[in-house]
């Protein structure tokens, strides 16, 4: 069983930058691929970047450009910097492993991107 704790989020203004992090235990954190989901109010949760076992990182195009996702197998953490920050990323960002049909969650951080 792995378990995820996201942190890093907070009440930020438009333009400015955060770094989420997910740290992973329980598991051997360098066989899954990570990912970065969002749930803003109302919305469908969405894929806002992944990262392979390999390094491999694709982005939701909303996103490209301004995010950048990355990993550290040595400390089991996978990041998601943020800058550039919008109003439309206000959003509870979830942290997701996932390897063959094993899937685990995080239980999410608050983004809130606000003047």
């Known amino acids: 069983q792995v378990q995820l704790v996201e942190s890093g989020g907070g009440l930020v203004q438009p333009g400015e930058s955060l770094r989420l992090s997910c740290v992973a235990s329980?598991?051997?954190?360098?066989?899954?691929?990570m990912g970065w989901y969002r749930q803003a109010p109302g919305k469908q949760r969405e894929l806002v970047a992944a990262?392979?076992?390999?390094?491999?990182?694709n982005y939701a195009d909303s996103v490209k450009g301004r995010f950048t996702v990355s990993r550290d197998n040595t400390k089991n953490t996978v990041y998601l910097q943020m800058n550039s920050l919008k109003a439309e990323d206000t959003a509870v960002y979830y942290c997701?492993?996932?390897?063959?049909?094993?899937?685990?969650w995080g239980k999410g951080t608050l983004v809130t991107v606000s003047s």
């Open positions: 997701n492993a996932r390897s063959g049909v094993m899937e685990y």
């Open positions: 329980g598991g051997i954190f360098s066989v899954y691929a």
């Open positions: 990262i392979s076992r390999l390094g491999n990182t």
